[in-house]
């Protein structure tokens, strides 16, 4: 396997967000979630250590605290490690196209060395080329596009905010690794869609051509229009439109990119046995990824923060846990969903999450068996 988890349900260490003292606030959560999950052990003196976050897009505000990665970045310097704080520029137009602009977007957010305690590296370099190409066993791939920098360091650190996702359902480790460690042509590769309109639904508000990072969507008759030929697959015009007027063959095409997704995030880890780890953080779990310049009002409330060596595992933890809760008023799911319904189904009826778990297995990147560990 691609993680060191053992034979067996992996264990997945949870920590809720009660506290009524200074060592139960949130950064002492961290620091004893790293302990429990065995992450002193990934990381050796001196390792180069990449912390993979989500800046979050100009205009999100849900996304991971830049307390919560100090509290992270100053556990690794304790080990001896030296870390940097690490993304990748987007494939669609936004804050985050090049390092310049990914750069600022972060420090307005809160992501600078003053905050931190480490430096802020884009990983794929200026212009998304800083890129290696990593041997996979995949289904689609046999080899995968992975940032230079995030190959080349020796240990690496997922922190991931678990949310909604247009195309995947949810965003969690899995996600993080897949898209978030791949340059442009990575995360190109992963979605190969191509989105069409469905002109009934169209109102004509030109959302989709403005958003648009190739000028595939334009306007015709008062009518959206998508260029297949110059139709990237990055999937902004169906986070953008009014109607869902945007569509894919979800039949034919969501199960290919889930399983694309998922063996690009085995291509993040494969060189990296045993000096991996990943944290979720189940607070603010919006319908939306980070990508989008807005932050909805969560789903479910907030539940806490998860750690072990097996992504997938940890997101099916995830998965369940927002499951168990009942929906928040006033929220996306407008009717309301109770414990134990189905939350990301019933914001994106085409979601497949499951895929995640079966094909995450069948390559070797994780079980979606666990056993929960409740730390105090």
């Keep these: 396997m691609a993680n060191d988890a053992a034979p067996g349900p992996a264990k997945v260490y949870f920590a809720d967000l009660r506290a009524r003292a200074a060592n139960k606030n949130r950064t002492a959560k961290l ?97 998304s080329t800083n890129v290696l190409e990593v041997p996979v066993p995949g289904k689609h791939f046999r080899k995968v596009k992975i940032a230079g920098d995030i190959v080349r360091a020796d240990a690496l650190v997922v922190l991931s905010h678990f949310k909604g996702h247009e195309l995947a359902g949810f965003g969690g480790a899995v996600k993080n690794l897949a898209m978030g460690c791949a340059p442009r042509a990575g995360k190109q590769d992963q979605h190969c869609v191509r989105f069409a309109v469905e002109p009934k639904k169209c109102i004509g508000c030109g959302e989709c ?57 085995l291509g993040a880890v494969i060189g990296k046995p045993g000096k991996t780890a990943f944290f979720n953080f189940l607070t603010n779990v919006t319908p939306d990824c980070d990508c989008v310049p807005w932050s909805d009002a969560p789903i479910v409330p907030d539940i806490g923060f998860l750690a072990s060596t097996d992504p997938v595992a940890l997101d099916k933890a995830c998965l369940d846990l927002v499951n168990e809760q009942a929906a928040c008023p006033d929220c996306k799911l407008e009717h309301g969903l109770g414990a134990g319904e189905d939350k990301f189904a019933a914001l994106w009826r085409w979601t497949r999450g499951d895929v995640t778990f079966v094909h995450g297995e069948a390559v070797g990147l994780g079980s979606p068996r666990y056993e929960l560990v409740q730390v105090e």
């Design 31 to 127: 620091k004893k979630l790293f302990e429990a999950a065995g992450f002193a052990d990934a990381i050796g003196k001196g390792d180069l250590t990449a912390i993979k976050v989500h800046f979050g897009e100009r205009g999100c505000d849900t996304h991971i605290s830049p307390t919560h990665v100090r509290a992270v970045a100053d556990l690794i310097k304790a080990r001896g490690g030296r870390p940097f704080v690490t993304d990748t520029n987007t494939l669609y137009s936004g804050s985050r196209h090049n390092a310049v602009d990914h750069l600022a977007t972060a420090v307005e957010h809160g992501f600078d060395y003053a905050v931190l305690g480490a430096p802020v590296v884009i990983a794929d370099g200026l212009d």
């Design 209 to 265: 051509a403005r958003v648009c990072p190739t000028g595939a969507a334009a306007m015709r008759d008062k009518k959206a229009v998508i260029d297949k030929a110059s139709c990237i697959g990055c999937g902004e015009c169906l986070t953008v439109c009014p109607k869902k007027a945007m569509h894919i063959d979800w039949h034919t095409e969501i199960v290919p990119f889930m399983e694309r997704l998922v063996e690009y995030a």
